[in-house]
């Protein structure tokens, strides 16, 4: 098993920044992909960016450019750092993590990030 813990999202202003953090904890070893998700009132929930293999690096194109994710190993913690945000940023986030071998992925509880105009 392993647990997500999200923080970090947030009120800002257009063209501001915020970095969300997932704390994993449980079988890290187990997994084989980390991500965060989004999902905005009325959308689907929609990948945002994800990290494969530790070394793997894929962004949607909407936030290419402005978001960055990363893991740090001795905090056992992804972040996505958030620059230059817009309103269609605001949305709840999830941190997602896939199994190497199959089954259901683990989801975080969700951060609410809010940019106004």
């Known amino acids: 098993q392993v647990q997500l813990v999200e923080s970090g999202g947030g009120l800002v202003e257009a063209g501001g920044s915020l970095r969300l953090s997932c704390v994993a904890s449980?079988?890290?070893?187990?997994?084989?992909?980390m991500g965060w998700y989004r999902q905005a009132p009325g959308n689907e929930r929609e990948l945002v960016a994800q990290?494969?293999?530790?070394?793997?690096?894929k962004y949607i194109d909407f936030v290419e450019g402005r978001f960055t994710v990363s893991w740090d190993n001795d905090r056992n913690t992804m972040y996505l750092q958030m620059n230059s945000l817009k309103p269609e940023d605001t949305a709840v986030y999830y941190c997602?993590?896939?199994?190497?071998?199959?089954?259901?992925?683990?989801w975080g509880q969700g951060t609410q990030v809010t940019v106004s105009s």
């Open positions: 997602n993590a896939e199994r190497r071998h199959g089954g259901p992925p683990y």
């Open positions: 990290i494969i293999g530790r070394s793997s690096y």
């Open positions: 449980g079988d890290i070893g187990s997994l084989n992909a």
